[in-house]
């Protein structure tokens, strides 16, 4: 087969292509773990900000972090469960959506890509110019992580894979893109999937990530609104403005889709 010819070959510009989405957001994620090498790795500013984002969250009354965490901290198998959580649903869940999304065809895949691509690049700039300690930074709070690190394969230190610990920004909480990423999720699945159960699934799993993420001790309750708001703002500029109910634009785009070769399932 001419050289022509093989590029022209479906097969080989669908590999082509899926390598290049592949190498975009391995890039991507290698950027969002490495920010710590052009942060301001200084503990003190960060931590001063996180006390000043705990007093605004104790004026109105979303302090919870404290009492979720000591729960965390007092349930062995809670805590085991929900480190597992962390520690993986966060980069599978995210990469399967987006294997599915490839799958489905570019009008589809190439504005929720562009969406997470915006967000994820405007979170790593507000690590760099706003660190933020997290929780189990300050007195008074447990690593959860850390906890559990023995029954894991994450490491004891930064919440990061075992070894990888210093390579990673531990001052990159504010805002959270394990919440960002969640909310994206359970948006693409809102707009693309006309089964409830798989629906509620993904809206499950960005309360989940939520939930887990504030009760280990990785995140304050501001930095997940702070992550949804990122997120939103993404989708805003890449889809429009969202509605009140995502529901609407699920529908309107099953009907536009009903009788295509893209029509959900």
Not at 85 to 88: D, E, I, N, Q
């Given at each position: 087969?001419?050289?022509?010819?093989?590029?022209?070959?479906?097969?080989?510009?669908?590999?082509w292509r899926?390598?290049?989405?592949?190498?975009?957001?391995?890039?991507?994620?290698a950027?969002?773990?490495?920010?710590?090498?052009?942060?301001?790795?200084?503990?003190?500013?960060?931590?001063?900000?996180?006390?000043?984002?705990?007093?605004?969250e104790?004026?109105?009354?979303?302090?919870?972090?404290?009492?979720?965490?000591?729960?965390?901290?007092?349930?062995?198998?809670?805590?085991?469960?929900?480190?597992y959580?962390?520690?993986?649903a966060?980069?599978?869940?995210t990469?399967a959506?987006?294997?599915?999304l490839?799958?489905?065809?570019?009008?589809?895949?190439?504005p929720?890509?562009r969406v997470?691509?915006?967000?994820?690049?405007a979170?790593?700039v507000?690590?760099?110019?706003?660190?933020?300690?997290?929780?189990?930074?300050?007195?008074?709070?447990?690593?959860?992580?850390?906890?559990?690190?023995?029954?894991?394969?994450?490491?004891?230190?930064?919440?990061a894979?075992?070894g990888?610990?210093?390579y990673?920004?531990?001052?990159?909480?504010?805002?959270?893109?394990h919440a960002?990423w969640?909310?994206?999720?359970?948006?693409?699945?809102?707009?693309?999937v006309?089964?409830?159960?798989?629906?509620?699934?993904?809206?499950?799993?960005a309360?989940?990530?939520?939930?887990?993420?504030?009760?280990?001790?990785n995140h304050?309750?501001?930095d997940?609104?702070a992550?949804?708001l990122?997120?939103a703002a993404?989708f805003?500029?890449?889809?429009?403005?969202?509605p009140?109910n995502?529901?609407?634009?699920s529908c309107?785009?099953?009907?536009?889709?009903?009788?295509?070769?893209?029509s959900?399932?």
């Open positions: 087969m001419t050289t022509p010819a093989l590029l022209s070959n479906p097969l080989v510009v669908r590999v899926g390598g290049a989405e592949a190498l975009l957001i391995g890039v991507l994620w950027g969002y773990s490495l920010s710590r090498l052009f942060a301001d790795g200084s503990p003190t500013p960060a931590v001063a900000r996180a006390h000043r984002l705990l007093d605004l104790r004026f109105v009354w979303l302090d919870i972090e404290g009492w979720l965490n000591n729960w965390f901290a007092g349930s062995p198998a809670l805590a085991l469960v929900c480190s959580y962390y520690a993986s966060h980069y599978v869940v990469a959506v987006l294997l599915w490839w799958r489905r065809g570019s009008q589809i895949y190439s929720a890509r997470l691509v915006l967000a994820t690049l979170a790593l507000l690590y760099l110019v706003l660190p933020m300690a997290p929780p189990r930074l300050l007195p008074g709070y447990v690593d959860v992580l850390q906890l559990t690190s023995a029954d894991g394969w994450w490491g004891g230190h930064a919440s894979p075992r990888l610990g210093g990673t920004n531990q001052l990159a909480a504010f805002p959270s893109m960002g969640a909310l994206w999720v359970a948006w693409v699945v809102q707009r693309e006309r089964r409830r159960w798989v629906r509620v699934l993904a809206w499950g799993h309360a989940m990530t939520a939930f887990v993420i504030v009760g280990t001790g304050w309750v501001l997940v609104v992550g949804w990122v997120m993404a805003g500029l890449v889809y429009g403005p969202l009140a995502p529901c609407v634009a309107r785009g099953t009907a536009s889709r009903a009788s295509g070769p893209l959900p399932r």
